[in-house]
């Protein structure tokens, strides 16, 4: 299941439309569901078994926050952003960069490995509610922009 937007490679081909066209090729059109963008992505993980964040490029993606929280394990590359410090210490499993082959291995070492599956969402849910609070999060947020302009965001919200 991709929960989300897909991006435009172009102005004439999106990624969707290359993905659509090795679904087809592959025959897993039954196997793969679009979402796209929701504003409740939590009953889908409240319905899944992990999350594969096969993203390569996102710095912090909350997706990964969110999943924790629904106390699901994550899979994901290593070298994908600082995502990957989070996985310190058994929250997750990061596999090497690019390896499918790896990523499938470890999906399917969660699915017959219940102890470690345990573990993984437990140590997750933990950390993410210990160390990622949303409204923590974006506090030290406003507290970066207040050093860098100079303008303490979170005192102005209080004054209206």
């Known amino acids: 299941m991709w ?45 899944a078994d992990a999350l594969f964040l096969s993203s390569r490029l996102d710095p912090f993606p909350c997706v990964m926050h969110e999943a924790m929280a629904s106390k699901l394990p994550v899979v994901c590359f290593d070298k994908g952003g600082g995502f990957v410090d989070m996985f310190a210490n058994g929250v997750g499993l990061t ?13 399917i070492s969660l699915y017959k490995n219940k102890v470690l599956y345990e573990q993984l969402a437990t140590k997750g849910l933990e950390k993410v509610v210990k160390y990622y609070a949303f409204t923590d999060y974006t506090c030290k947020i406003a507290q970066v ?16």
């Open 3 to 47: 929960i989300g937007e897909q991006h435009k490679l172009n102005k004439n081909k999106s990624f969707r439309y290359w993905i659509d066209m090795d679904i087809q090729e592959s025959g897993l059109e039954k196997q793969i569901v679009f979402v796209g963008a929701t504003k409740e992505p939590e009953k889908y993980f409240l319905g």
């Open 95 to 107: 596999i090497n960069y690019l390896n499918v082959y790896q990523a499938v291995d470890a999906i």
């Open 145 to 160: 922009f207040n050093e860098i302009v100079g303008y303490n965001v979170l005192e102005e919200q209080s004054k209206k």
